[in-house]
């Protein structure tokens, strides 16, 4: 594992270093890991979106990209963004494993994926989560995410927390 001094963002004494690689959302790995954030998702909340509901085509490039973060030879988080239309994006499937968690690699994921979505030409990127993963909503506030109505229908906001950004605006 590559590791380098800790920043204001991992809380670690040290922060892993991931390579990210894009990859199609079929590839073993992403799927492995959009099967797992599944997995955590149901115990948490007794049901959970079926990541294969999700077409493949939606993350393919130039307007969608799905990103697979390694650490050494594991496959340790995921995340993908697609264009919802011309100026508005929307991060789905991010997920870092358990042992992986708290080294900066969420963060940096959101990073890389908001960066793919401004070249796109979105000026607004938006994100779903549950209320209760309260690890994701304090990432997301921590990079400038605002809580906004939900733009998915038929979600329930008691389970759900839609959240939204202007692309080019930084973290608090």
């Known amino acids: 594992m590559t590791s380098v001094p800790t920043d204001s963002d991992a809380p670690a004494a040290i922060r892993l270093m991931p390579s990210v690689t894009a990859a199609p959302y079929d590839h073993?790995?992403?799927r492995r890991l959009t099967q797992a954030l599944r997995a955590e998702q149901h115990a948490l909340y007794g049901f959970a979106d079926?990541?294969?509901a999700t077409p493949e085509a939606d993350f393919d490039p130039p307007?969608?990209?799905?990103?697979i973060a390694h650490v050494g030879d594991a496959a340790v988080g995921c995340g993908g963004v697609r264009l919802l239309d011309e100026h508005t994006a929307?991060?789905?499937?991010?997920?870092?494993?358990?042992d992986a968690r708290g080294h900066g690699i969420g963060r940096y994921l959101l990073q890389r994926l908001e960066r793919?979505?401004?070249s796109r030409g979105a000026t607004r990127?938006?994100?779903e989560t549950g209320r209760r993963n309260t690890a994701a909503l304090a990432l997301y506030q921590r990079a400038g995410y605002l809580p906004c109505p939900s733009y998915?229908?038929?979600r329930d906001p008691r389970?759900?927390?839609a959240m939204t950004k202007p692309l080019g605006s930084s973290p608090r």
């Open 125 to 127: 990127i938006m994100l």
């Open 28 to 30: 073993p790995d992403a």
């Open 63 to 67: 307007a969608g990209l799905f990103l």
């Open 116 to 118: 793919h979505a401004a």
């Open 159 to 161: 389970v759900n927390r």
């Open 90 to 98: 929307e991060i789905k499937r991010m997920y870092v494993s358990g």
């Open 152 to 154: 998915v229908a038929g």
């Open 50 to 52: 079926d990541p294969d």
